[in-house]
Nanobody, 115 residues
Framework: QVQLVESGGGLVQPGGSLRLSCAASRYILGIYTMGWYRQAPGKQRELVAAITNRDTTTYADSVKGRFTISRDNAKTTVYLQMNSLKPDDTAVYYC?????????WGQGTQVTVSS
């Protein structure tokens, strides 16, 4: 079992920045992907960005060039640096750990972009 705890959400003005963190309860081994998803009111949950155990990254088209996913050397924390935020980025952001055949989710952190 792995627990994921997100932090770093909040209220920010359009054009501002936030950095989300996702801390895993233990070292992550094997072949895996860690990602950030978001869900806005009335919409389906969507992938925002992901990083594999080999540091391959993937981004949704809507955030390319604005968001950056990374992780620490201890491979227990994943970050999402969000720049040039837009009102459309408003959502609950969830951290995900995917192993083949298994998925873990954090509790979510609210990001609100508004003036």
């Amino acid at each position: 079992q792995v627990q994921l705890v997100e932090s770093g959400g909040g209220l920010v003005q359009p054009g501002g920045s936030l950095r989300l963190s996702c801390a895993a309860s233990r070292y992550i081994l094997g072949i895996y992907t860690m990602g950030w998803y978001r869900q806005a009111p009335g919409k389906q949950r969507e992938l925002v960005a992901a990083i594999t155990n080999r540091d391959t990254t993937t981004y949704a088209d809507s955030v390319k060039g604005r968001f950056t996913i990374s992780r620490d050397n201890a491979k227990t924390t994943v970050y999402l640096q969000m720049n040039s935020l837009k009102p459309d980025d408003t959502a609950v952001y969830y951290c995900n750990l995917h192993w083949p055949g298994d998925d873990y989710w954090g509790q979510g952190t609210q990001v609100t972009v508004s003036s």
